[in-house]
């Protein structure tokens, strides 16, 4: 024998965390958490209050059931913003957000860009570029208008 054959084990892949938020009961984080099973992924649901049901369905979801992921979904007006910012601060891995409510949102974007793109896309597009400047690569993706008409979903990974 001329060595001794190491086994070559892979090291499991870090911890995902998941920053849900707005969250209202916490299903999204938690559906995130339980689309995948074989990830370690951790969910840290925010929002102003804990409805009551929010043990039940957490409990349902475990049984079913640090890079850091920040979904947003429907987080009002400048919220998506601080979101994004929350988001850029704790360096996460990925974000998903789904804006609403424009109104106030991006008072800088040039007159000639809100008139032709609207107040929406005029937002979106800074967002976008928000994330660009802070080394994320931007998309936009939707979920079907017939579900809500607020529903472009602004979507970034670290480079």
């Known amino acids: 024998m001329f060595g001794a054959a190491k086994k070559n084990e892979a090291s499991p892949p870090p ?12 299903f999204t984080g938690m559906l995130f958490a339980a689309c995948s099973p074989t990830l370690d992924v951790r969910v ?15 409990e349902a979801v475990e049984r079913a059931a640090p890079h850091v992921k920040v979904i947003g979904v429907h987080a009002c007006g400048s919220l998506t913003d601080a979101i994004l910012q ?7 891995t990925s974000i998903a957000v789904m804006p609403c409510c424009y109104t106030g949102t991006n008072p800088q974007a040039p007159y000639g860009l809100k008139r032709v793109f609207g107040s929406s896309w005029s937002s979106d597009i800074a967002r976008s570029y928000l994330l660009s400047s802070n080394d994320y690569h931007t998309d936009f993706s939707s979920i079907p208008s017939l579900i809500t008409p607020m529903n472009r979903i602004i979507v970034a990974e670290r480079r």
């Open 15 to 26: 911890p995902i965390e998941v920053h849900d938020m707005c969250c209202g009961h916490g």
């Open 44 to 58: 840290k649901l925010f929002d102003k209050t804990c409805p009551p049901s929010h043990l039940l369905i957490r």
């Open 86 to 92: 929350y988001a850029i601060s704790n360096s996460a």
